[in-house]
């Protein structure tokens, strides 16, 4: 578990390639945001997960109130744009339930294109962001779409 929970604050599964295919394979995070009570840092950034993992997620996440900083960055290689849009919405609206006051979010490197931007749209109008500080979006395919988001139209 090296590398997992380094505080009672923050959970860090960075950089470790883990496949989170179903629930089962997600066993290990999940615990890990359960037994983290003052949950005020994710990191999930590279590794790989799938619609039933964000699902599962989604519902710990949900009763983590404190957080304040989502790293979900280079989370979704390989996945299709359905697949990425569905496990953003769960853990988008999970966030949005529990109250939580988001400061930073990493989404970069997810080929969110459109349908990220619209379940992002959501995230970020909501009161969960109203202290956002930091949104890092590189390299995720938004085209003319990102630019328009980028200039408010």
């Keep these: 578990r090296a590398n997992t929970v380094t505080n009672m604050s923050r959970v860090d599964f960075s950089g470790r390639s883990i496949k989170w295919n179903n629930t089962n394979d997600a066993y290990e995070l999940l615990e890990a945001i359960k037994d983290c009570e003052n949950l005020q840092e994710i990191n999930l ?3 790989v997960m799938s619609v039933e993992a964000a699902i599962s997620v989604s519902s710990a996440l949900e009763q983590k109130s404190s957080i304040k900083k989502v790293y979900l960055n280079d989370l979704f290689t390989g996945k299709s744009m359905d697949v990425i849009d569905s496990s953003l919405k769960c853990i988008f609206l ?3 339930a529990s109250g939580a006051e988001i400061e930073e979010i990493n989404l970069s490197d997810n080929a969110l294109g ?5 379940a992002l749209s959501r995230l970020i109008k909501s009161p969960s ?3 956002l500080r930091s949104l ?4 995720n395919g ?3 779409i990102g630019a328009l988001v980028k200039h408010g139209n």
């Design 129 to 131: 962001c109203h202290s």
């Design 45 to 47: 950034s590279g590794n």
């Design 142 to 144: 938004f085209g003319l």
């Design 94 to 96: 999970a966030i949005i």
């Design 114 to 118: 459109h349908k990220g931007v619209e």
């Design 136 to 139: 890092i979006l590189n390299n």
